[in-house]
């Protein structure tokens, strides 16, 4: 599946570096995220990708959340008239008065960090690797039955996996090997 920012900062603290593609959902692809915002060193938001400083930071609640989130709060008539309204991640406050508002979550902030990353060639090289080695266990499911060990305790776990991984190398081999006795045969 889709890796989500939770996920991203779970992986981080146990020292592993996920690669997976993040689902954007609804957002659009000229979205601007939290990633362009400059933040200092206590999380909070110095400017917004154009150059604005929020008016103040606070708690609100969302609508993903039960409790209240840091939010940073923008002047209203600079967001009216920015020419990114619409794809920023700061949003126009739901009762048409107040401040533009932008929630400030660690797991967020780790989602738009991935999806800009996402958004390179480079990211999608390494994500290749990845997607062949799925490609892998899924053969290793699905032909050799991976999935379902008739064996428990796992000396025996063990000994059936590296079994049904030689053979999958084994065919593997085999193919190439076919393909030329056939084709010296055609000749």
Same mark, same amino acid.
């Given at each position: 599946?889709?890796?989500?920012?939770?996920a991203? =900062?779970?992986?981080?603290?146990?020292?592993?570096?996920?690669?997976?593609?993040?689902?954007?959902?609804?957002?659009?692809e000229?979205?601007?995220?939290?990633?362009?915002?400059?933040?200092?060193?206590?999380?909070?938001?110095?400017?917004?990708?154009?150059?604005?400083?929020?008016?103040?930071?606070?708690?609100?609640?969302?609508?993903?959340?039960?409790?209240?989130?840091l939010?940073?709060?923008?002047?209203?008539k600079?967001?009216?008239?920015?020419?990114?309204?619409?794809?920023?991640?700061?949003?126009?406050?739901?009762?048409?008065?107040? /401040?533009?508002?932008?929630?400030?979550?660690?797991? /967020? =902030?780790?989602?738009?960090?991935?999806?800009? /990353?996402?958004?390179?060639?480079?990211?999608?090289?390494?994500? !290749?690797?990845?997607?062949?080695?799925? !490609?892998?266990m899924s053969?290793?499911?699905?032909?050799?039955?991976l999935?379902? =060990?008739?064996?428990?305790?796992?000396?025996?776990?063990? /000994? !059936?996996?590296?079994?049904k991984?030689?053979?999958?190398?084994?065919?593997?081999w085999?193919?190439p090997?076919?393909?030329?006795?056939?084709?010296?045969?055609?000749?």
């Amino acid at each position: 599946g889709y890796a989500s920012g939770v996920a991203i =900062l779970q992986s981080k603290q146990a020292g592993v570096e996920l690669i997976a593609p993040v689902n954007a959902g609804p957002l659009e692809e000229e979205h601007v995220g939290r990633d362009q915002f400059t933040f200092d060193e206590q999380g909070h938001v110095v400017q917004c990708p154009k150059g604005h400083a929020p008016i103040r930071h606070g708690l609100r609640r969302s609508d993903t959340t039960y409790k209240p989130e840091l939010h940073a709060f923008f002047d209203r008539k600079l967001c009216d008239q920015c020419p990114l309204l619409g794809k920023c991640a700061s949003r126009r406050p739901s009762s048409g008065k107040g /401040l533009y508002h932008m929630e400030i979550r660690d797991s /967020l =902030l780790a989602r738009d960090r991935a999806l800009a /990353l996402q958004r390179q060639k480079e990211w999608w090289t390494t994500y !290749a690797i990845r997607s062949g080695v799925e !490609a892998t266990m899924s053969e290793l499911k699905r032909s050799h039955g991976l999935g379902r =060990l008739r064996v428990r305790r796992m000396p025996r776990v063990r /000994l !059936a996996v590296g079994l049904k991984v030689t053979a999958c190398n084994v065919k593997r081999w085999l193919r190439p090997q076919r393909e030329k006795h056939v084709q010296k045969l055609a000749k």
